[in-house]
T-cell receptor, first 109, second 115 residues
Framework: GQSLEQPSEVTAVEGAIVQINCTYQTSGFYGLSWYQQHDGGAPTFLSYNALDGLEETGRFSSFLSRSDSYGYLLLQELQMKDSASYFCAVPSGNTPLVFGKGTRLSVIA | DTEVTQTPKHLVMGMTNKKSLKCEQHMGHRAMYWYKQKAKKPPELMFVYSYEKLSINESVPSRFSPECPNSSLLNLHLHALQPEDSALYLC??????????????FGPGTRLTVT
């Protein structure tokens, strides 16, 4: 089985930095993915960490610590368009991807 | 072309109707997925096709019947649905199921309402 824990809501100011945490429990860990979903939109792949450390892609970075079963998504220079739900996801058993419950990020002016 | 298309965008159907959802991708991906997503919930996996063969059925009721006519197309046939089946149905694809399932490309979804 697996479980993924992430905060349900986060609010941050435009231009600031926000970190969305994800802790996981799963048998046979292979890597942690992050997806973004705007209201009414499709989930969009953001990043994947299979190894410990920080992966940077533009304003977004993702971090993984396998020993702590923990990862986070870091969003810098927040923009209003970053308001969305963010899901961490892991493979679990035979299921290629199981999503966490999602963190709803609200960016305010 | 990194697009997954889905039709229709919206669908309203009665409990006795039969309808189909369609999904198409032209990225050469060999794995395709159906997910169900309720409001304010994460996507939940329903089916996985790998190289046009059904590889995973997550104990989905038989009123949902998937079909993969070829490597680019995925259908979901619906029959005798219940109001609780109302949801956003998302199709996704990835290069393959084994090594690249962590990076899935999603279509915009079909918003289904069962009356």
């Amino acid at each position: 089985g697996q479980s993924l824990e992430q905060p349900s809501e986060v609010t941050a100011v435009e231009g600031a930095i926000v970190q969305i945490n994800c802790t996981y429990q799963t048998s046979g860990f292979y890597g942690l993915s992050w997806y973004q979903q705007h209201d009414g939109g499709a989930p969009t792949f953001l990043s994947y960490n299979a190894l410990d450390g920080l992966e940077e892609t533009g304003r977004f970075s993702s971090f993984l610590s396998r020993s702590d079963s923990y990862g986070y998504l870091l969003l810098q220079e927040l923009q209003m368009k970053d308001s969305a739900s963010y899901f961490c996801a892991v493979p679990s058993g035979n299921t290629p991807l199981v999503f966490g419950k999602g963190t709803r990020l609200s960016v305010i002016a | 072309d990194t697009e997954v298309t889905q039709t229709p965008k919206h669908l309203v159907m009665g409990m006795t109707n039969k309808k189909s959802l369609k999904c198409e991708q032209h990225m050469g991906h060999r794995a395709m997925y159906w997910y169900k997503q309720k409001a304010k919930k994460p996507p939940e996996l329903m089916f996985v096709y790998s190289y046009e063969k059904l590889s995973i059925n997550e104990s989905v009721p038989s009123r949902f019947s998937p079909e993969c006519p070829n490597s680019s197309l995925l259908n979901l046939h619906l029959h005798a649905l219940q109001p609780e089946d109302s949801a956003l149905y998302l199709c996704a694809s990835s290069q393959d199921r084994q090594s690249y399932s962590y990076e899935q490309y999603f279509g915009p979804g079909t918003r289904l309402t069962v009356t």
